[in-house]
Nanobody, 117 residues
Framework: QVQLVESGGGLVQAGGSLRLSCSASTSIRSGYTMAWHRQASGKQRELVASITFSRTTNYADSVKGRFTISRDNAKNSVYLQMNSLRPEDTAVYSC???????????WGKGTLVTVSS
């Protein structure tokens, strides 16, 4: 089983920045698409950003230009740099890994990001 552990969440004022980290228990350099999802209170979970093993990225329209997803395969980690944060970004952010060869998905427990106005 692949374990994913997030860190970096916390409380930040609107306009501020946070950097989330996700550490995987296995090598992600081959065959893994990585992503960040978020779920706000009372809302559906949504895809925030994803990055393939070839470093192709996709972003939700709501975060384009503000968030950047990246990966460091040597460290088995994926990151989400969040800038210009808004109160509506408040949510639990969860790391996600998809093994494209096996079709298996893995989730982290999530880290809470709270953006105050």
């Amino acid at each position: 089983q692949v374990q994913l552990v997030e860190s970096g969440g916390g409380l930040v004022q609107a306009g501020g920045s946070l950097r989330l980290s996700c550490s995987a228990s296995t090598s992600i350099r081959s065959g893994y698409t990585m992503a960040w999802h978020r779920q706000a209170s009372g809302k559906q979970r949504e895809l925030v950003a994803s990055i393939t093993f070839s470093r192709t990225t996709n972003y939700a329209d709501s975060v384009k230009g503000r968030f950047t997803i990246s990966r460091d395969n040597a460290k088995n980690s994926v990151y989400l740099q969040m800038n210009s944060l808004r109160p509506e970004d408040t949510a639990v952010y969860s790391c996600y890994a998809f093994n494209v060869h096996l079709g298996r998905s893995y989730w982290g427990k999530g880290t809470l990001v709270t953006v105050s106005s």
